[in-house]
């Protein structure tokens, strides 16, 4: 999904990087060579990005690399809302466990983020507050000690039986 959608395969790490903010490293529509390298570089190394160096062909890196330099690309323009689809679907646990401290430190510093995943222990570990989907609804809303492995399973199968809900909560 992150091959159709972010990247360009083909071309280099720099060029994949430096896409996303080219108005960062451009006065008056002329984009500064070298500024557009140092950041890249400083986008390799803060996000530990592992290549060859940013002449490497995106293709060629690891899935877990790729959306490492996927993410850098997008962090590094501060964005106070931050919308994370499945952001470590088929990458390596390695690079999971950088990803989502890279997504802990970014709410550390009181960024909104929303994470969408199917991977239950990793909403359970990195959220403070759940909406629980069932048919394309939001089935309920899980925080604190609602917020379970249970009650989750128990919402997202349409069970509206969920302990420390009422069912007018669960069905609004």
């Known amino acids: 999904e992150r091959k159709r959608q972010a990247l360009v395969l083909d071309h280099t790490l720099s060029d994949s990087i430096s896409i996303g903010f080219s108005k960062l490293v451009s006065r008056f529509g002329f984009i500064s060579k070298q500024q557009e390298r140092e950041k890249v570089e400083s986008v390799i190394k803060m996000y530990d990005v592992r290549s060859s160096g940013p002449e490497q062909a995106v293709g060629q890196l690891s899935g877990g690399n790729q959306q490492k330099a996927i993410l850098g690309r997008w962090f590094e323009r501060n964005p106070e809302v931050i919308i994370l689809d499945e952001p470590t679907r088929g990458i390596d646990i390695g690079a999971k466990a950088q990803i ?33 989907m069932n048919r394309g609804r939001i089935e309920t809303e899980l925080q604190g000690e609602n917020l379970t492995e249970q009650n989750v399973i128990l919402a997202a199968s349409g069970l509206n039986n969920v302990p420390g809900l009422s069912n007018e909560e669960a069905s609004a």
């Open 100 to 132: 989502h401290k890279l997504v802990e430190d970014l709410a550390d510093q009181g960024k909104a983020i929303l994470l969408i995943s199917s991977d239950l222990p990793e909403i359970l570990s990195m959220s403070d507050r759940v909406l629980v």
